[in-house]
């Protein structure tokens, strides 16, 4: 694929239908994508209960395009499929996200979990350069005639971003997902694509979000479709329209080396609008990592993405309201953890975030240390700002027991959260 130059489309717009339908039409046209009779495989981003607004999946009005789109290339059947994250319930994912009800109304002929699949078959990867060395794929995928990659653009944690590439993580079940993690992340999610045949990509830019993703962040009006063949092309054009710099995301390299696609301008055919008319820089907080907070002590080696996004919104609301400074020093750990890491010193300083860390709070707590404890898998947005803040563990029992507290901290946090907003765009400028 290196070799040769890459097309890529992007449709700027307001009308879902019709953005995905001239996208495809840039590309050849829906019928030069499959043979009639194929079966095609859709892969949404479906991996959280949000809803639609929240942009933390693909928007069911994407999805629904997609569908209605690729069925004027007579298909034998348009299947949906999805394997959410780690913890989540599939169904109710897609549910949340409304893409169940588009995939049904614009006809989709099945629906399917990743997760429940029985039916699987073992692939082996060769040179794998992580440590996944096969996986199990569901049989229906693996004899799909045509996969259609459609993931939405944010913000991630773990990557700096979240699109073509990174969508595909969630063909395969939890145990494999979960080893993903604990491996080299970019170059397994190259070994996963390099036994993968995924056909096209359908990117939705349509909301896609800024900030503190993949949870957190704030959709940003974009209006913009973007398909092609070559994933990483896509991902690149992606990155240049919100104002990414590829030569500083990490798994660009790992693509490259695997030979996965292109990233050179020179190599990428632009068609339908271009970079220049779409180009909105939005807000991508993760380059530098952990990195930017280090007046703090932030242990978050085995976390999810969802509990390092916290962390990473934590850090920069206490900047936004002047604790930043007042705080530093305090030691944040996030993830599972199998003994008591030696760094940790115990103390109120000590701020634990996530119920994976139940068993340490309890191994500090036994050998006479004390600790802060924020609950939940994932803790609520705000448990690890306000147990910083306050040092004292989340919730406080108060706010379980009194109503009129939760409603008085409700309106405090509106008012708060848009004062944040503010904060934030200012910031941007
Ligand atoms: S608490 Fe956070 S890091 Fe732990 S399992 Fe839940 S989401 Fe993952």
Redesign the pocket.
């Known amino acids: 694929m290196n070799a040769n130059r890459s097309i890529v489309s992007i449709v700027k717009g307001s009308d879902a239908d019709r953005m995905v339908e001239e996208a495809l039409e840039h590309l050849g046209g829906v019928d030069s994508l499959f043979e009639p009779g194929a079966t095609v495989v859709i892969k949404p981003n479906a991996g959280h209960v949000y809803p639609p607004e929240s942009a933390v999946n693909t928007s069911p009005e994407v999805v629904r395009a997609a569908i209605k789109a690729l069925r004027k290339g007579n298909p034998r059947e348009i299947i949906v499929a999805e394997a959410s994250a780690i ?1 989540c319930d599939t169904m109710e994912c897609l549910e949340a996200s409304g893409i169940k009800k588009a995939a049904e109304e614009a006809g989709a002929d099945r629906i399917i979990d990743i997760k429940s699949e029985t039916d699987l078959v073992d692939i082996p990867i060769p040179g794998a350069r992580s440590d996944i060395k096969e996986v199990k794929l569901p049989r229906f995928l693996v004899d799909a005639d045509f996969i259609v990659n459609l993931p939405i653009f944010k913000s991630h944690v773990s990557m700096v971003f979240s699109c073509a590439l990174k969508n595909i993580k969630g063909v395969v079940q939890d145990m494999v997902h979960g080893l993903m993690h604990f491996t080299d992340l970019p170059a397994a999610m190259m070994d996963l694509w390099s036994v993968i045949d995924v056909d096209l990509t359908i990117a939705d830019l349509v909301r896609p979000m800024e900030g503190f993703g993949p949870h957190c962040g704030t959709p940003v009006d974009f209006g913009c479709v973007v398909a092609g063949a070559d994933p990483v092309a896509l991902d690149a054009t992606a990155c240049r329209m919100v104002g990414l710099d590829t030569g500083k995301v990490d798994y660009f390299k790992a693509a490259i080396e695997r030979g996965m696609g292109n990233v050179d301008e020179e190599l990428i055919e632009i068609r339908g609008n271009t970079i220049e008319e779409v180009h909105k820089p939005i807000y991508l907080p993760y380059l530098e990592g952990f990195g930017a907070w280090p007046e703090y002590e932030i242990y978050a080696e085995n ?2 993405s ?2 390092q996004g916290l962390i990473a919104y934590t850090m920069v609301r206490m900047q936004a309201f002047g604790e930043y400074d007042r705080n530093a020093g305090a030691q944040i750990v ?3 953890k199998k003994g008591i890491p030696k760094e940790l010193r115990p103390g109120k300083d000590l701020i634990l975030v ?4 139940k068993p340490l709070k309890k191994k500090i707590e036994k050998a006479g240390g004390e600790c802060l404890f924020a609950v ?4 609520l947005e705000l448990f690890p700002y306000w147990a910083l803040r306050d040092r004292v563990d989340q919730p406080r029992p108060e706010m379980l027991a009194d109503e009129d507290l939760r409603e008085k901290v409700r309106i405090e946090v509106e008012d708060e959260n848009a004062r944040f907003l503010t904060w934030l765009r200012k910031r941007e400028v």
Do not use: H, V
């Not at 939940?376 to 803790?379: D, E, K, M, S």
């Open positions: 913890g976390a999810c969802t509990c996030i993830g599972r996530g119920d994976c860390l939940g898998c994932p803790p």
